[in-house]
């Protein structure tokens, strides 16, 4: 893992706190000992004449590590936010990201960019969204546009990306009732223009069918589920899938999935995991794992829920190196927490939960596809104002797994 990564910097005047390590809950699990460690302790007891017996099962268990190496969901690993920066100002961030190799030498086989899609409301109330483009090169180095833009009107809004397909939903009003959703390209522009060579090019918004509050969107591929309440609080909770073709969204029926409030999405491949509150307050947090079945018509086999933590307002990331999930500990700005593990069949297991990373309101997370990163963005306090990232890493001893297929 490269060391630029324990370190968040922000480009030109904005200078970060010294990176920090958070320390680690009681909960979480030590990382497996390494090849390495397993062979100094091999080398300690041969000093003892009475161990040496001792010697040949710690290089049968060296050799068998080399021959059979951990999986990637047996792999014991843990997860660190480090200090991060303010980037821009506004209320209820969401944020995406995609690889790009915008920024990379001509045929370069190593680039690992990844584009962040940020969009939030310009204040605490229903009126102008914007968009926010930021970059993160292979050295762990963030950069952002100089400026958001804004892209549509509306209230509450959750963006996600594959590729060069930004999708993005929000609510016509505070009230439940009509929800919109967008697409968009990512596109690269001149370094003149923008500073990270990126910005999006939007569709007009789409009426989503039905009524509803707090939609959730993900995508893989050109597949797109969406999650939302049916009322402002504790109830009914309702999720559908799309196909992307020609500018649209072809979507599939609504069907009711489970009972809760502030659903949130996330999928990899045809997996979705959606983490959800349990009641009206700040409590029991729920998961539920999915599949996306069907072919013209899909919809999605949901496991039963399983509660996992206690907080408010979840939001989760699933990506090829683990998923990671931040929430609020209360409904008001105030002290954040994460959760990560893997996934394993149709359960999470945790490695570790309600560590604590910062202090803020609205957090949001996103894993990145292409490396071992994430990037969180969060409101600094309870109104509109200051928002803030936060970059992370998945640390594997020794190395991380490949990336999934």
């Not at 979480?28 to 099962?57: F, Q, T």
């Not at 047996?74 to 920024?103: C, K, L």
């Not at 400026?147 to 993005?168: C, D, K, L, M, R």
């Not at 079945?293 to 933590?309: E, H, L, M, Q």
Request: with cysteine; net charge negative; glycine share 12%.
């Amino acid at each position: 893992m490269r060391q630029n990564w324990f370190m968040a910097k922000h480009r030109h005047v904005l200078t970060l706190k010294p990176a920090t390590l958070v320390q680690p809950g009681s909960s979480k699990s030590r990382p497996a000992s390494s090849r390495l460690d397993l062979l100094l302790s091999c080398l300690v007891l041969m000093g003892d004449s009475l161990m040496k017996r001792l010697l040949c099962h710690c290089i049968a268990i060296w050799i068998l590590c080399l021959a059979y190496p951990l999986s990637a969901s047996a792999q014991s690993f843990s997860f660190t936010f480090y200090s991060g920066a303010p980037y821009d100002w506004g209320y209820n961030p969401s944020i995406a990201s995609t690889p790009t190799n915008v920024g990379c030498l001509p045929n370069s086989l190593l680039c690992d960019n990844t584009a962040v899609i940020e969009v939030h409301n310009g204040h605490d109330s229903p009126g102008p969204l914007w968009f926010h483009v930021g970059k993160i090169d292979g050295s762990g180095d963030i950069t952002w546009n100089t400026n958001a833009y804004s892209y549509a009107g509306g209230w509450n809004p959750s963006v996600a990306a594959y590729g060069t397909t930004i999708v993005e939903v929000d609510n016509d009003v505070v009230l439940p009732g009509l929800m919109w959703y967008h697409l968009g390209q990512l596109v690269p522009v001149p370094t003149q223009i923008q500073l990270t060579g990126l910005t999006v090019g939007w569709s007009p918004g789409f009426p989503l069918s039905g009524s509803g509050w707090n939609p959730s969107v993900a995508v893989s591929g050109s597949t797109v589920v969406e999650v939302h309440n049916g009322q402002s609080t504790f109830g009914q909770m309702y999720s559908r899938v799309g196909t992307i073709s020609n500018g649209y969204i072809n979507w599939g029926p609504i069907t009711p999935y489970d009972q809760g409030l502030n659903p949130q999405i996330t999928v990899l491949g045809s997996t979705v995991i959606e983490v959800h509150n349990g009641q009206n307050t700040p409590g029991k947090m729920w998961y539920r794992v999915g599949q996306i079945t069907g072919t013209a018509t899909k919809t999605i086999n949901w496991n039963p829920s399983v509660p996992y933590d206690s907080g408010w307002n979840p939001k989760i990331s699933y990506g090829p190196y683990g998923l990671i999930e931040v929430h609020n500990g209360e409904q008001t700005a105030g002290q954040m927490y994460y959760d990560y593990g893997s996934l394993s069949g149709s359960a999470i297991v945790w490695n570790s939960r309600g560590d604590r990373f910062d202090s803020g309101l609205n957090p949001s997370v996103t894993t990145f596809g292409n490396s071992i990163g994430a990037l969180e963005v969060h409101n600094g306090g309870n109104g509109q104002g200051e928002e803030w990232y936060n970059l992370g890493a998945f640390i594997y001893p020794p190395s991380p797994p490949p990336p999934l297929q």
